[in-house]
């Protein structure tokens, strides 16, 4: 018996072993039955389709001249002139993909091997994670329920290829009477081709990285309406209060806000803008023009940031929650921070002196003259004052926190695959959407509240209204789990960030994916649009933080320096900073303004998509940051531009 | 290299052995080689499926390590069911072995009794999760202490512009949001050293160094950086000595408050909580020494008491009450039949030295129950010496105390009956205590009454330093000396400041100063049981400066089996006129010293035989 035991954990420690080579070393992951795994193994998946897509396989050609074929295409294309050999270079990863999963599916497994081994080195470093999938995948039988591999069939694969070269490529194909590649690449990939200049090797691979290659060209070509929605007429009040305000004070700063207020919003239609009700959008209610009015008021206060006047740092640390701190939000007027933990639990506290109180039960409230001018203070029960509450609910970690604008409610999204709203005014459960029924990884609530969106492991974002148990809009296209999403703030549009590296972004109005953006070498793991609507911010597990141009649909800068995921950006609040948190325990501050003024001047980037990044991280970083031991999980920007960052600590 | 881990990932299959191996351990006897093989390689495949979908709730777990739970959610996703209650939290749980030229790792599963575990005290329950701000300001000086800001607050003067140059590694202040703790500053490397020097030499066995330490602390202006650290050092001082019953670091402890009290400088009340409840156990505690019957920890009770009475008189406010708190507790104490008379003493010395309010309201009216104890305790059947001395005290004690107050009380003709049937046992005492007191008092109308002089060097360390020979060549008599904090030379009636009953061998802490070495003047000995004979630390001659005096003096030979009753004389000079005059006085064996200090109640304790002779053993 004991023998039996020792050999079943060293079974354990292999797998341990194994676990270690994809990249974790210190992770403690152990099995106690194989019983379980073999169960899987006869269930597998029911994915539909799955047996149609993998049929494209089936034609045979002999297996062991496969690696001859390659060899040979791989010759030629180091062979042509060095502006092509760049752009044919992209052939190789996909064309070594497809050939060796028809070696597998076609069962020629000891080949399939021989021929990973054989070229997997030759694979640019940013498929590294999709290789070690596929390097498991040796069996026809594990073909079926891969979703890796489902996303290689169910896509075709892009290629920008410019005319030159294509030509290249299809004569020597055609000399060769290479039939086994040329069915690939018409069957499996997309080559789009442009006329003009081969693009260099570091454009390609800026674009490139994505698991299904690039976005086509027509993707990004709808129209995108960035500009913002004008403010309605709040104003009157705004300046009516104001005055008074000023009056009270004395004369010295009457016109200032005004200016502010009237520069910066509203004062025609911008022509980038949506109609005002494309979408249609909740009414205002008399509080939310209160929180206007103070929201222009704490504006009119704000620092003016930029590469000289760099924002404060404030920053919350999370202490004894043992590693569990999976998401934070703040609410916009920064008085409330919410936490999801890995123990199932959200977390509310007040981080102004104001505490956190309930609203008397119904028979109390039954009892309060309802006239009385402090009425809204009455129905507060005072005995439930305290820093924080905890909101029960979930059964999983929860991955997601959002704040509605009006402080009233509480998005959480959890691994138990339910998204849930809950009262802040109660601090009680009130909806669990029910839609996902994998993971949810990320929640946010529109800017205009009402809406909010949710995506997951089942690859689908969706739109909800809070007043909807269904969702409104499904947002399906992306390849691998949604891993961050983000309403634009005109809250027309929404953008979901992936683990096939992409980022998507979705027409509210009617579903349509309206920008698909490549070139992320990892899972998205944060996305942040500029303030002002135009840009939008991301930023990956490889660390690095890209730039976009949303009218355009361009990539316009790549920021390098993190070392690790970045989970956390934002711009502060007029637009000049873009600060990033990073798990490497830093947060970096980054003059966005001159990011995005260096690149807007450049006409012919603009025309063909094919943009030149500079290399200019270093001067655009203007500083970091460093915590003792607290990755930085959330940033915010206070009304005043005060910058607030938020992370657990960390121990070891 | 990369290229070598790809190919390592391409070809790690579970062996086969394993598969039978596991095969077995469910029942499954025969397993075919080619099912292994197929099975090993499916089982290798889904586990690898398993692990990378465990890496996705890692990333959005917001961490760097695969925890358990990840696997779980994992297996999850596929819906197989989760491994329930394998946790590891923070390892690896594999065991190595070795054997049969195999390396075999596994895991190790004890047996647990439930007993066992049901029985253990529940561990500590978990912090909860809190919440704390730290303010990264855009100033350079990152140590200056920050503000706390709350959100919505700040001001606009806070952010300023900051360098480049500034960006890499800052530390950051850290700061809680609302509850601002005690502060304890890091301390500097000089002042870690000033910390250790001092502690060491007030607890050490020279008394020159001690006495010098002490006026450090008395003095210095700059010690509140230091003073959590010295208030922890004093209670966690007093709670391990008091149970070990080391009376002679009781005392030096004491000392230190004390030392900290008279600091100008110094706020003491943030740390009172730490300060008073040592000073009361002093005052209060059943045992502070080895032997009660013999050594003198009364002083140490009174010292203690007094230092309380003047911490309630400068500390007490009416939020924290101090004073109304502490009365409670001795009376409470006191008022408990079952009392000790040790605690009694203490809770009567506490009483009464807070004032004569308080002896006239607390203390008088109990005067004739107290009596009657002392005479049950006196005129009864023996019932132990440690009770007799106790009682003999205490009688002394409320006496001492009392006298003083009745003569304010009560008009001129004190009639030995009246007192005898308003204070029963004790009356006819009192009463020629009053009569003296009342005499006294006339006497000595202007004479200084302050508390501060310390010198009852007891007889054994004496009688040691003679027949252990030691500073023999330095003369006949070896002088002790302790510098008095002040330059004053105070006297006082009361019982000073005990500074070396004979203490406990074992604990003495011998300071790094070279033993034995007689030759310079300031020899202090002390008396260290297990060596027999006694420590002598040696001041190094070059501090001159500190060469105040404190020379011994018998009335009569200072054999060791006369006990003679002994003068202490207090010589406390400033250093830069006393010198030469001190070095005459070393001159002669018997000095006549400006001032002499006949303690009489010293004196009168030391009149127990057993109580100085120092023994070896």
Same mark, same amino acid.
């Given at each position: 018996?004991?023998?039996?035991?020792?050999?079943?954990?060293?079974?354990?420690?292999?797998?341990?072993?194994?676990?270690?080579?994809?990249?974790?070393?210190?992770?403690?992951?152990?099995?106690?039955?194989?019983?379980?795994?073999?169960?899987?193994?006869?269930?597998?998946?029911?994915?539909?389709?799955?047996?149609?897509?993998?049929?494209?396989?089936?034609?045979?050609?002999?297996?062991?001249?496969?690696?001859?074929?390659?060899?040979?295409?791989?010759?030629?294309?180091?062979?042509?002139?060095?502006?092509?050999?760049?752009?044919?270079?992209? %052939?190789?990863?996909?064309?070594?993909?497809?050939?060796?999963?028809?070696?597998?599916?076609?069962?020629?497994?000891?080949?399939?091997?021989?021929?990973?081994?054989?070229?997997?080195?030759?694979?640019?470093?940013?498929?590294?994670?999709? %290789?070690?999938?596929?390097?498991?995948?040796?069996?026809?039988?594990?073909?079926?329920?891969?979703?890796?591999?489902?996303?290689?069939?169910?896509?075709?694969?892009?290629?920008?290829?410019?005319?030159?070269?294509?030509?290249?490529?299809?004569? $020597?194909?055609?000399?060769?009477?290479?039939?086994?590649?040329?069915?690939?690449?018409?069957?499996?990939?997309?080559?789009?081709?442009?006329?003009?200049?081969?693009? +260099?090797?570091?454009?390609?691979?800026? /674009?490139?990285?994505?698991?299904?290659?690039?976005?086509?060209?027509?993707?990004?070509?709808?129209?995108?309406?960035?500009?913002?929605?004008?403010?309605?007429?709040?104003?009157?009040?705004?300046?009516?209060?104001?005055?008074?305000?000023?009056? #009270?004070?004395?004369?010295?700063?009457?016109?200032?806000?005004?200016?502010?207020?009237?520069?910066?919003?509203?004062?025609?239609?911008?022509?980038?803008?949506?109609?005002?009700?494309?979408?249609?959008?909740?009414?205002?209610?008399?509080?939310?023009?209160?929180?206007?009015?103070?929201?222009?008021?704490?504006?009119?206060?704000?620092?003016?940031?930029?590469?000289?006047?760099?924002?404060?740092?404030?920053?919350?640390?999370?202490?004894?929650?043992?590693?569990?701190?999976? &998401?934070?939000?703040?609410?916009?007027?920064?008085?409330?921070?919410?936490?999801?933990?890995?123990?199932?639990?959200?977390?509310?506290?007040?981080?102004?002196?104001?505490?956190?109180?309930?609203?008397?039960?119904?028979?109390? %409230?039954?009892?309060?003259?309802?006239?009385?001018?402090?009425?809204?203070?009455?129905?507060?029960?005072?005995?439930?004052?305290?820093?924080?509450?905890?909101?029960?609910?979930?059964?999983?970690?929860?991955?997601?926190?959002?704040?509605?604008?009006?402080?009233?409610?509480?998005?959480?999204?959890?691994?138990?695959?339910?998204?849930?709203?809950?009262?802040?005014?109660?601090?009680?459960?009130?909806?669990?959407?029910?839609? $996902?029924?994998?993971?949810?990884?990320?929640?946010?609530?529109?800017?205009?509240?009402?809406?909010?969106?949710?995506?997951?492991?089942?690859?689908?974002?969706?739109?909800?209204?809070?007043?909807?148990?269904?969702?409104?809009? /499904?947002?399906?296209? $992306?390849?691998?789990?949604?891993?961050?999403?983000?309403?634009?703030?005109?809250?027309?549009?929404?953008?979901?960030? +992936? &683990?096939?590296?992409?980022?998507?972004?979705?027409?509210?109005?009617?579903?349509?994916?309206?920008?698909?953006?490549?070139? $992320?070498?990892?899972?998205?793991?944060?996305?942040?649009?500029?303030?002002?609507?135009?840009?939008?911010?991301?930023?990956?597990?490889?660390?690095?933080?890209?730039?976009?141009?949303?009218?355009?649909?361009?990539?316009?800068? #790549?920021?390098?320096?993190?070392?690790?995921?970045?989970?956390?950006?934002?711009?502060?609040?007029?637009?000049?900073?873009?600060?990033?948190?990073?798990?490497?325990?830093?947060?970096?501050?980054?003059?966005?303004?001159?990011?995005?003024?260096?690149?807007?001047?450049?006409?012919?980037?603009?025309?063909?998509?094919?943009?030149?990044?500079?290399?200019?991280?270093?001067?655009?970083? %203007?500083?970091?940051?460093?915590?003792?031991?607290?990755?930085?999980?959330?940033?915010?920007?206070?009304?005043?531009?005060?910058?607030?960052?938020?992370?657990?600590?960390?121990?070891? | 290299?990369?290229?070598?881990?790809?190919?390592?990932?391409?070809?790690?299959?579970?062996?086969?052995?394993?598969?039978?191996?596991?095969?077995?351990?469910?029942?499954?006897?025969?397993?075919?080689?080619?099912?292994?093989?197929?099975?090993?390689?499916?089982?290798?495949?889904?586990?690898?499926?398993?692990?990378?979908?465990?890496?996705?709730?890692?990333?959005?777990?917001?961490?760097?390590?695969?925890?358990?739970?990840?696997?779980?959610?994992?297996?999850?996703?596929?819906?197989?069911?989760?491994?329930?209650?394998?946790?590891?939290?923070?390892?690896?749980?594999?065991?190595?072995?070795?054997?049969?030229?195999?390396?075999?790792?596994?895991?190790?599963?004890?047996?647990?009794?439930?007993?066992?575990?049901?029985?253990?005290?529940?561990?500590?329950?978990?912090?909860?999760?809190?919440?704390?701000?730290?303010?990264?300001?855009?100033?350079?000086?990152?140590?200056?202490?920050?503000?706390?800001?709350?959100?919505?607050?700040?001001?606009?003067?806070?952010?300023?512009?900051?360098?480049?140059?500034?960006? @890499?590694?800052?530390?950051?202040?850290?700061?809680?949001?609302?509850?601002?703790?005690?502060?304890?500053?890091?301390?500097?490397?000089?002042?870690?050293?000033?910390?250790?020097?001092?502690?060491?030499?007030?607890?050490?066995?020279?008394?020159?160094?001690?006495?010098?330490?002490?006026?450090?602390?008395?003095?210095?202006?700059?010690?509140?950086?230091?003073?959590?650290?010295?208030?922890?050092?004093?209670?966690?001082?007093?709670?391990?000595?008091?149970?070990?019953?080391?009376?002679?670091?009781?005392?030096?402890?004491?000392?230190?408050?004390?030392?900290?009290?008279?600091?100008?400088?110094?706020?003491?009340?943030?740390?009172?909580?730490?300060?008073?409840?040592?000073?009361?156990?002093?005052?209060?505690?059943?045992?502070?020494?080895?032997?009660?019957?013999?050594?003198?920890?009364?002083?140490?009770?009174?010292?203690?008491?007094?230092?309380?009475?003047?911490?309630?008189?400068?500390?007490?406010?009416?939020?924290?009450?101090?004073?109304?708190?502490?009365?409670?507790?001795?009376?409470?104490?006191?008022?408990?039949?079952?009392?000790?008379?040790?605690?009694?003493?203490?809770?009567?010395?506490?009483?009464?030295?807070?004032?004569?309010?308080?002896?006239?309201?607390?203390?008088?009216?109990?005067?004739?129950?107290?009596?009657?104890?002392?005479?049950?305790?006196?005129?009864?059947?023996?019932?132990?010496?440690?009770?007799?001395?106790?009682?003999?005290?205490?009688?002394?004690?409320?006496?001492?105390?009392?006298?003083?107050?009745?003569?304010?009380?009560?008009?001129?003709?004190?009639?030995?009956?009246?007192?005898?049937?308003?204070?029963?046992?004790?009356?006819?005492?009192?009463?020629?205590?009053?009569?003296?007191?009342?005499?006294?008092?006339?006497?000595?109308?202007?004479?200084?009454?302050?508390?501060?002089?310390?010198?009852?060097?007891?007889?054994?360390?004496?009688?040691?330093?003679?027949?252990?020979?030691?500073?023999?060549?330095?003369?006949?008599?070896?002088?002790?000396?302790?510098?008095?904090?002040?330059?004053?030379?105070?006297?006082?009636?009361?019982?000073?400041?005990?500074?070396?009953?004979?203490?406990?061998?074992?604990?003495?802490?011998?300071?790094?100063?070279?033993?034995?070495?007689?030759?310079?003047?300031?020899?202090?000995?002390?008396?260290?049981?297990?060596?027999?004979?006694?420590?002598? @630390?040696?001041?190094?001659?070059?501090?001159?400066?500190?060469?105040?005096?404190?020379?011994?003096?018998?009335?009569?030979?200072?054999?060791?089996?006369?006990?003679?009753?002994?003068?202490?004389?207090?010589?406390?000079?400033?250093?830069?006129?006393?010198?030469? @005059?001190?070095?005459?006085?070393?001159?002669?064996?018997?000095?006549?010293?400006?001032?002499?200090?006949?303690?009489?109640?010293?004196?009168?304790?030391?009149?127990?035989?057993?109580?100085?002779?120092?023994?070896?053993?």
């Amino acid at each position: 018996w004991l023998r039996c035991r020792n050999h079943s954990e060293w079974f354990d420690y292999e797998m341990a072993r194994s676990v270690k080579c994809c990249g974790c070393r210190q992770c403690n992951i152990s099995f106690s039955s194989i019983v379980l795994f073999i169960v899987l193994s006869v269930g597998g998946e029911d994915q539909p389709d799955v047996s149609v897509v993998l049929s494209a396989y089936s034609q045979q050609g002999d297996p062991s001249l496969y690696q001859v074929y390659y060899s040979g295409l791989k010759k030629f294309i180091e062979s042509v002139l060095d502006c092509h050999r760049a752009e044919l270079s992209q %052939l190789f990863y996909p064309l070594f993909v497809h050939m060796y999963l028809e070696l597998v599916y076609n069962n020629h497994e000891s080949e399939a091997k021989a021929f990973f081994e054989k070229f997997s080195g030759d694979q640019e470093c940013y498929y590294q994670d999709d %290789l070690r999938v596929l390097s498991g995948l040796t069996k026809k039988e594990h073909m079926k329920g891969n979703e890796t591999l489902l996303d290689f069939r169910t896509s075709k694969f892009v290629l920008r290829i410019s005319r030159d070269s294509y030509q290249l490529l299809k004569r $020597h194909l055609q000399e060769r009477q290479n039939n086994q590649i040329w069915n690939i690449i018409q069957e499996h990939l997309y080559i789009d081709i442009f006329d003009g200049m081969p693009r +260099s090797k570091s454009q390609i691979d800026s /674009m490139s990285g994505s698991l299904a290659g690039e976005a086509r060209r027509e993707a990004n070509k709808a129209k995108v309406f960035y500009g913002l929605l004008k403010e309605p007429e709040i104003e009157v009040p705004l300046d009516d209060e104001d005055e008074e305000a000023e009056n #009270e004070e004395g004369k010295p700063k009457k016109k200032k806000p005004k200016k502010d207020s009237m520069g910066s919003k509203s004062k025609k239609q911008d022509p980038n803008a949506p109609q005002q009700n494309r979408i249609p959008l909740p009414e205002l209610k008399d509080s939310d023009k209160l929180d206007k009015i103070m929201y222009m008021k704490e504006a009119t206060k704000r620092i003016r940031l930029g590469p000289e006047t760099l924002p404060s740092i404030c920053f919350y640390t999370f202490l004894n929650v043992y590693q569990g701190l999976t &998401a934070v939000d703040f609410t916009d007027d920064s008085s409330l921070i919410a936490g999801g933990f890995a123990d199932s639990t959200v977390r509310v506290w007040s981080v102004t002196p104001k505490k956190l109180r309930k609203v008397k039960s119904a028979a109390d %409230l039954s009892l309060i003259d309802k006239e009385s001018d402090d009425v809204l203070e009455r129905i507060m029960d005072e005995k439930t004052a305290s820093e924080s509450k905890i909101l029960y609910g979930h059964s999983g970690p929860v991955y997601g926190v959002s704040f509605s604008p009006d402080r009233n409610y509480l998005l959480s999204s959890s691994e138990d695959g339910t998204v849930r709203l809950w009262s802040l005014q109660t601090f009680t459960c009130l909806v669990a959407y029910k839609g $996902h029924n994998y993971p949810v990884w990320d929640t946010q609530f529109s800017p205009y509240g009402y809406y909010f969106v949710s995506g997951g492991h089942d690859r689908v974002a969706r739109l909800w209204a809070t007043d909807h148990y269904q969702p409104l809009r /499904m947002f399906a296209g $992306h390849l691998g789990d949604i891993t961050c999403t983000r309403f634009h703030p005109n809250s027309n549009y929404v953008a979901t960030g +992936s &683990a096939d590296r992409t980022i998507r972004l979705w027409d509210v109005l009617n579903g349509h994916c309206v920008r698909v953006f490549t070139g $992320h070498k990892g899972p998205i793991h944060s996305l942040a649009f500029s303030p002002n609507g135009k840009y939008l911010a991301s930023g990956s597990t490889d660390g690095r933080v890209l730039l976009w141009d949303l009218g355009h649909g361009l990539m316009i800068g #790549e920021l390098k320096g993190h070392t690790d995921t970045v989970y956390a950006l934002k711009f502060s609040r007029d637009g000049e900073i873009l600060a990033s948190g990073s798990m490497d325990n830093t947060v970096r501050l980054w003059d966005a303004f001159k990011a995005f003024d260096d690149v807007e001047t450049d006409d012919f980037t603009a025309a063909t998509g094919h943009i030149h990044l500079p290399d200019n991280s270093q001067e655009l970083l %203007l500083g970091t940051y460093l915590t003792k031991a607290t990755p930085v999980i959330h940033l915010h920007f206070t009304r005043r531009n005060l910058l607030l960052a938020a992370g657990s600590y960390n121990s070891q | 290299m990369a290229e070598e881990r790809r190919q390592k990932q391409c070809s790690v299959v579970l062996p086969t052995e394993s598969m039978k191996a596991m095969a077995e351990s469910v029942g499954v006897g025969q397993l075919q080689e080619d099912s292994c093989v197929a099975l090993s390689e499916e089982v290798s495949y889904r586990i690898k499926e398993i692990a990378q979908d465990a890496l996705k709730f890692m990333h959005h777990g917001k961490r760097r390590k695969l925890t358990t739970s990840d696997i779980d959610h994992a297996l999850k996703l596929k819906n197989v069911e989760p491994l329930y209650g394998f946790q590891s939290q923070e390892f690896i749980p594999f065991r190595f072995a070795s054997g049969g030229g195999r390396e075999l790792h596994f895991y190790e599963e004890k047996e647990v009794d439930l007993s066992d575990i049901i029985n253990t005290p529940l561990p500590r329950v978990p912090l909860d999760v809190s919440l704390k701000a730290t303010k990264e300001q855009q100033k350079k000086e990152s140590t200056e202490p920050l503000k706390a800001v709350k959100p919505g607050q700040e001001e606009e003067g806070s952010i300023q512009a900051k360098g480049q140059s500034a960006t @890499s590694a800052e530390v950051k202040g850290k700061e809680k949001l609302r509850m601002k703790p005690r502060s304890t500053h890091e301390l500097s490397v000089e002042q870690q050293l000033y910390y250790k020097e001092i502690t060491e030499a007030c607890v050490g066995s020279c008394e020159a160094k001690r006495a010098e330490a002490l006026q450090s602390i008395a003095t210095d202006p700059g010690l509140y950086q230091m003073l959590p650290r010295f208030s922890t050092f004093i209670s966690e001082g007093v709670r391990v000595n008091v149970v070990q019953n080391n009376l002679a670091l009781l005392i030096y402890l004491m000392r230190m408050v004390k030392a900290l009290m008279d600091n100008p400088t110094l706020y003491l009340e943030k740390y009172l909580h730490e300060l008073l409840p040592a000073v009361v156990t002093c005052i209060v505690s059943k045992q502070l020494c080895l032997r009660p019957d013999v050594d003198n920890h009364w002083a140490l009770r009174d010292f203690a008491a007094r230092l309380m009475a003047q911490s309630c008189k400068t500390f007490s406010t009416t939020t924290n009450n101090i004073q109304s708190r502490i009365t409670k507790t001795f009376t409470k104490a006191w008022l408990d039949d079952k009392t000790q008379w040790t605690t009694r003493y203490g809770c009567i010395a506490g009483l009464s030295e807070l004032g004569a309010d308080v002896i006239k309201t607390l203390i008088i009216p109990r005067l004739a129950v107290e009596g009657a104890r002392i005479k049950a305790v006196m005129e009864g059947p023996v019932v132990s010496n440690i009770d007799k001395i106790g009682a003999d005290h205490v009688q002394s004690l409320l006496l001492k105390h009392c006298a003083s107050v009745v003569a304010k009380m009560r008009p001129a003709p004190d009639v030995m009956e009246q007192y005898r049937a308003d204070f029963g046992y004790l009356g006819p005492m009192l009463c020629s205590h009053v009569v003296k007191a009342r005499a006294q008092a006339a006497l000595q109308a202007q004479t200084v009454n302050r508390t501060t002089l310390t010198i009852t060097q007891p007889r054994p360390s004496l009688s040691v330093s003679q027949s252990g020979g030691v500073g023999g060549s330095g003369g006949p008599r070896t002088p002790s000396i302790i510098k008095v904090p002040s330059s004053l030379t105070l006297m006082s009636t009361r019982p000073a400041t005990p500074t070396q009953p004979s203490p406990p061998a074992t604990k003495y802490i011998v300071m790094a100063t070279s033993a034995g070495a007689a030759s310079t003047q300031q020899v202090i000995t002390l008396s260290s049981s297990q060596s027999g004979s006694p420590v002598t @630390s040696t001041v190094p001659s070059g501090s001159t400066s500190l060469q105040p005096l404190v020379k011994l003096e018998s009335g009569g030979g200072t054999v060791a089996g006369s006990r003679p009753l002994q003068k202490y004389i207090v010589v406390s000079l400033p250093s830069s006129s006393s010198s030469s @005059s001190s070095l005459e006085h070393k001159g002669g064996t018997t000095a006549t010293s400006p001032v002499t200090i006949e303690t009489s109640v010293k004196s009168e304790r030391s009149e127990s035989p057993a109580t100085h002779t120092h023994s070896p053993h």
